[in-house]
């Protein structure tokens, strides 16, 4: 048992580490001058008539460089198309475009906003999701941010705000898994795709860039491309960067358990749900997060070193904690920590293990390969 606490510990921290590296350099970024160039806000939206509008308000505020805002209505039923036409009838910078029947071989959002993509006339291209809550001044951070860093692409996670309990036990974990275990110093310091990472949520990317390395079309089988879109800009030579959004935008991506589990699983095939991927994830996520308390109540009955299993539990408690004030999320979420990571896991060993006639991946009404 003491072999396990000291292992646990080592496994907590590392995220500890890379945590403190990470929120350092998304603090010291230099200020990013004023954007060069309009920026396109690209909105794919299917059945969103709960939130179009909202999001559109939130858009049409944005100040600090000039916009238009333009939305896709991806074969909507309810009345999202209506909504949008509505304001667009007040204001000229608002387009509605229809997207074409969807093509063998793409993804819902990914055919969309290829559709977007070539509608957009800014020198750069804010494709944002139709939950996402645009701060007056987010635009032109995103277009400022990119043209400090030199980036052709730069994306950040909006300040997720979670309702429910089923929500505060799943959403948590993307922060995580970008603040805890990627290496910002590292991703900007080398060119590796492995080392590329977007949210899908928020993502900013230089127009002429966009279009010369195919765009959403060269990820268009793909239902992560928060992953995929930013590892094929660096394969092309291309910068991408992460900056502190949790000021720049705000999203309600679920609104209960069932859909967080569904939401999650969809893409979870290409993320951490591979054969070789999961094993080492769920030696990372379960021994340095899940392990501890178990390990402090052993400890507690008479089994093991207390000492080493509180400290593991410490790290990871902490890590979380600086994870979650920096993210601006709900810190009443905090002391769930260890059930969050348990049904991370859990959720990716299901989907990586549920029957072959059940791998697929339904969202917004299509079904698709799961992998």
């Known amino acids: 048992m003491t072999i396990l606490a000291a292992l646990a510990l080592a496994l907590a921290l590392l995220p500890a580490v890379l945590t403190l590296a990470n929120l350092l350099a998304l603090r010291t970024r230099p200020a990013a001058p004023a954007p060069g160039g309009p920026v396109s806000i690209l909105i794919p939206a299917r059945n969103e008539a709960g939130n179009i509008g909202p999001t559109l308000a ?10 238009e ?6 074969h909507s039923t309810d009345a999202t198309a209506a909504i949008v036409a509505e304001i667009a009838a ?6 509605l475009i229809p997207v074409p029947p969807l ?18 006339t800014g020198r750069h291209l804010l494709f944002i999701d139709a939950d996402v809550r645009l701060a007056p001044h ?3 951070s995103l277009a400022g941010a990119a043209e400090a860093a030199g980036a052709a692409l730069v994306s950040g996670v909006p300040r997720q705000v979670t309702g429910t309990i089923g929500e505060r036990v799943t959403v948590p974990m993307i922060n995580l898994l970008l603040l805890g275990y990627l290496p910002i110093p590292l991703m900007r310091r080398l060119a590796d795709p492995a080392l590329g990472a977007a949210c899908g949520q928020l993502v900013l990317v230089e127009a002429q860039a966009y279009r010369r390395v195919g765009g959403h079309g060269a990820i268009r089988a793909s239902l992560h491309d928060g992953v995929r879109l930013p590892r094929v800009l660096r394969r092309a030579g291309l910068t991408t960067d992460l900056v502190a959004a949790a000021d720049l935008a705000t999203c309600r991506m679920y609104t209960d358990f069932r859909q967080s589990w569904a939401g999650f699983s969809k893409n979870a095939h290409e993320g951490m749900a591979t054969p070789r991927a999961l094993p080492v994830w769920t030696l990372l996520l379960g021994g340095g997060h899940v392990l501890p308390p178990l390990l402090v109540l052993a400890a507690l009955l008479g089994a093991g070193s207390l000492p080493l299993a509180a400290a593991a539990l410490a790290f990871s408690l902490v890590t979380r904690t600086a994870i979650t004030l920096f993210s601006r999320e709900d810190p009443w979420t905090i002391p769930l920590h260890p059930l969050t990571v348990a049904l991370a896991l859990a959720l990716q060993w299901n989907a990586l293990l549920r029957p072959a006639r059940a791998g697929v991946a339904t969202w917004k009404g299509r079904t698709y390969p799961a992998g």
């Open 138 to 140: 987010g635009a032109a």
């Open 90 to 95: 007040r204001d000229a910078r608002l387009r």
């Open 69 to 74: 805002v333009i939305v896709a209505d991806d």
């Open 58 to 67: 939130a858009a049409l505020a944005s100040t600090g460089v000039p916009i």
């Open 103 to 120: 093509p063998p071989g793409w993804t819902g959002k990914n055919h969309a906003c290829h559709v977007l993509g070539e509608a957009a």
